[in-house]
């Protein structure tokens, strides 16, 4: 029984292949005797798919602008440009505190933006607002007004409430509702 060409894999191979089910679509390293699978340009980490990171004495691997995300973070990352600060560049080279951040949308509001593009004040009556023109854009249904007699009608048979029988003095309606379906359905106030 031959076994997946792959390191610590003990599943049988496919018919006509070096590999498994799970491995059928994983490049193998081109160096060879390598049993690992290819990362990059193919070759598996090991053999030098991945940059090492260019930080002196460290094994990581580059990520972002050569370095490791250990040592990346200290190079690629600007720092504020107000003299003293160590805080890190947002917009405008400048930290948050020193104008970096975003302001808030509302009109004449110089505080920091927070939520959704707003500040902690403005941000509650931005979603009123927000939801309102959303369900203004929201097609609307018109349905005929049911008679009391219609949905008693139809409601009697189906739950056998003798509340819904109907009356000729009958006058109060149900009131009606529409789920998020938009398919009517009834509630009764017996």
Do not use: W
Request: hydrophobic fraction near 25%; aromatic fraction near 8%; glycine fraction near 8%.
């Amino acid at each position: 029984m031959n076994t997946c060409h792959f390191n610590g894999c003990e599943e049988k191979v496919r018919p006509g292949t070096q590999k498994c089910a799970f491995h059928r679509k994983k490049g193998i390293c081109s160096v060879s005797e390598c049993r690992n699978q290819v990362y990059a340009r193919g070759l598996c980490v090991r053999h030098g798919a991945r940059k090492p990171c260019e930080f002196p004495d460290c094994e990581g691997f580059a990520r972002y602008g050569g370095f490791c995300c250990k040592h990346g973070d200290k190079y690629t990352m600007k720092e504020c440009a107000e003299e003293g600060c160590m805080n890190k560049a947002h917009a405008r080279q400048k930290c948050v505190r020193h104008g970096g951040g975003k302001k808030c949308r509302h009109g004449g509001c110089d505080s920091h933006a927070r939520f959704s593009g707003f500040c902690s004040k403005h941000m509650e009556s931005a979603i009123t607002a927000e939801s309102l023109v959303s369900l203004a854009n929201k097609p609307t249904i018109i349905m005929p007004k049911p008679s009391m007699r219609d949905i008693c009608s139809a409601l009697s048979p189906q739950f056998g409430h003798s509340a819904l029988k109907t009356s000729p003095h009958a006058n109060k309606l149900p009131s009606i509702k529409l789920s998020y379906e938009y398919k009517p359905y009834f509630v009764v106030n017996a």
